[in-house]
């Protein structure tokens, strides 16, 4: 059945987010057939509706006003829900991102329609559309199928392919004109942290450090080897309770959760609430001093060893290829 799918474009930093593409192809699965149109919020987001374009969105509407410039809640549902009006879209998919997360739900209960969240992969099946979704912190995995009204998703980001970028695309880039009003909250400075360069949610590959790594000056080898490899650098909570690093770099259960191709777990222990952020990662190698350790239950690649002393090889080593 031929649905029209309305997939929310993220743009971060001046350029578009890596999982509106793979929105787009998640868009294309519950469209079957139908027409996806890509949603653009922001203060100047009109250059970037030829890029969605190409990476598979049929067309591309924008709502921009300087009220949108920084994520609220309140904009950008008014931003949406005008969107949504025009189009009656039968099915919606967003990232799993931090504004995902929080604006879909608000949204699907204005529309009063259910939602699908965090779903890892989507599939045609005997007449259904079966969504993947993990639960009990990445334990198991449930199926889910929309029976009724819209289908309303957000992907895990790094789980859905893209479709390969076709600059032969066309189509066009309409705007929708929304007063933007009462707002209940503004932002007023945005305080960035810590990280820099590859974003960790998005990261193809992570090297996370934990407690094993024994201080600030310990993630430096970390760090070359994630630059080497153009990765991101991640952490346990033990690390970032012991100060090593900031929490925005922590993965688990109460931090990111990531599903690199590659994960480097570098003295980290494997506690159930870290393994909840980090056991989809396609591969997962760890180092660790202790065989025993917990980490290497979810390990493809384990390497017993110091970590000090591991990182470094490995590091020169990757600088040959
Ligand atoms: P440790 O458990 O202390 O492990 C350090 C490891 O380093 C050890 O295995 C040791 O053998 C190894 N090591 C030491 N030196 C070296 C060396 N030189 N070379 C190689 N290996 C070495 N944790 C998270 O990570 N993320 C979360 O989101 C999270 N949420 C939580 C939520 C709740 C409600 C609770 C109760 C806990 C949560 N935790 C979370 C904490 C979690 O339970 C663990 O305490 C934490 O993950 C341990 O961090 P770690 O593995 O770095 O430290």
Do not use: W
Not at 233 to 240: I, L, M
Request: net charge negative; proline share 3%.
């Amino acid at each position: 059945m031929a649905r029209k799918v309305l997939v929310l474009g993220e743009v971060r930093d001046g350029a578009l987010r890596n999982v509106s593409f793979e929105a787009i192809a998640a868009g294309k699965t519950v469209a079957e057939g139908g027409e996806v149109v890509a949603v653009l919020a922001g203060e100047a987001v009109q250059s970037f509706g030829q890029e969605l374009i190409h990476y598979g969105a049929d067309r591309v509407v924008t709502v921009e006003d300087a009220k949108l410039a920084a994520y609220t809640p309140d904009g950008y549902s008014q931003a949406l829900l005008a969107v949504i009006e025009q189009e009656k879209p039968e099915g919606i998919v967003f990232g799993h991102t931090a504004l995902g997360k929080d604006l879909s739900p608000k949204l699907a209960a204005r529309l009063g329609s259910g939602l699908i969240s965090d779903a890892t992969s989507l599939e045609e099946a005997g007449g259904n559309l079966v969504f993947t979704r993990p639960i009990y912190s990445g334990k198991a995995f449930e199926k889910k199928i929309v029976t009724d009204g819209v289908i309303f998703a957000t992907i895990r980001p790094n789980n859905i392919a893209p479709l390969a970028k076709d600059e032969s695309r066309s189509g066009d880039v309409t705007s929708v004109s929304v007063e933007i009003k009462d707002l209940r909250t503004i932002v007023k400075d945005v305080v960035r942290k810590a990280t820099q360069g590859v974003d960790l949610s998005e990261a193809k590959v992570i090297i996370a450090g934990g407690r094993g790594v024994k201080s600030e000056d310990g993630f430096k080898p970390l760090q070359e080897l994630a630059d080497v490899l153009g990765g991101a650098v991640g952490a346990s909570r033990g690390a970032c309770d012991a100060d090593y690093c900031d929490y925005s770099l922590q993965i688990g259960q109460t931090g990111k959760v990531v599903t690199p191709d590659l994960y480097i777990a570098c003295g980290i222990s494997g506690a159930i609430q870290h393994l909840a952020g980090m056991s989809n990662s396609k591969v997962i190698v760890a180092i660790n001093k202790d065989p025993e350790a917990n980490i290497f239950k979810v390990a493809d690649y384990g390497i017993v060893g110091d970590l000090f002393e591991v990182i470094p090889m490995l590091t020169e080593e990757f600088k040959k290829l």
